[in-house]
């Protein structure tokens, strides 16, 4: 099976602009969860969507929002954008059953300038 | 929500020697505990999990032990090798995981 896979890789905003992240889990993963790395601050959930509803989220501004698709393709979306949004965003799939383990895309490296 | 405490932030050790990386978590419902290697510039990978059902689990040089009254689990590495050198985290939860600060492990040759 093909594994998680994030487009795009690398990307450079200015402040105030918006970005949109695409995740593709594994073939028959119905769960996508977001999380933003920085260094030191480890693996800070955004939320989490689970056949197309998001199912949980975490303590992050509104300008974060995302979405998923009936493929199970997820979205996510910065609008208005901060230099601290700078960050590596990683997404995990997963089955969505409790318990089940998270597979990582390789993420994408966001600089805001 | 859950939250994750993981310590210590960096360990040191020399080949050959044992390391150890505790974690606490707060939400009681929270039944399943993975932990997760990442090498500088590749994404998390999973090298073992436990759920609430076990209190211990082995595999080779790894193992994870959790106490839930407690609610602390911990992750064993014994004989390590430079190629352990990586930081880890602990995670806690059901199907929407938090995750712990990270421990950077260095394993001297």
């Known amino acids: 099976k093909a594994g998680v896979t994030q487009t795009p890789r690398y990307l450079i905003k200015t402040r105030g602009q918006q970005v949109t992240l695409s995740c593709s889990p594994i073939s028959g993963h119905r769960s996508v969860s977001w999380y933003q790395q920085t260094p030191g601050q480890g693996l800070q959930f955004l939320f989490e969507?689970?056949?197309?509803?998001?199912?949980n989220k975490g303590n992050f501004p509104g300008r974060f929002s995302g979405r998923q698709f009936s493929n199970s393709r997820s979205e996510m979306n910065v609008s208005t954008l901060e230099l601290g949004d700078s960050a590596l965003y990683l997404c995990?799939?997963?089955?969505?059953?409790?318990?089940?383990?998270?597979?990582f895309g390789p993420g994408t490296r966001l600089l805001v300038l | 929500g859950e939250n994750v405490e993981q310590h210590p932030s960096t360990l040191s050790v020399q080949e050959g020697d044992s390391a150890v990386i505790k974690c606490t978590y707060s939400d009681s419902a929270s039944n399943y505990f993975p932990w997760y290697k990442q090498e500088l510039g590749k994404r998390p990978q999973l090298i073992i999990d436990i759920r609430s059902n076990v209190g211990e689990k082995k595999d080779q040089r790894i193992a994870v032990t959790l106490n839930k009254t407690a609610k602390h689990f911990s992750l064993h590495i014994t004989e390590t090798q430079p190629e352990d050198s990586a930081v880890y985290f602990c995670a806690a939860g059901n199907n929407d995981m938090r995750f712990g600060a990270g421990t950077r492990l260095t394993v001297k040759p």
């Open positions: 969507y689970f056949s197309e509803t998001q199912r």
């Open positions: 995990a799939s997963s089955t969505g059953r409790n318990q089940e383990t998270q597979y």
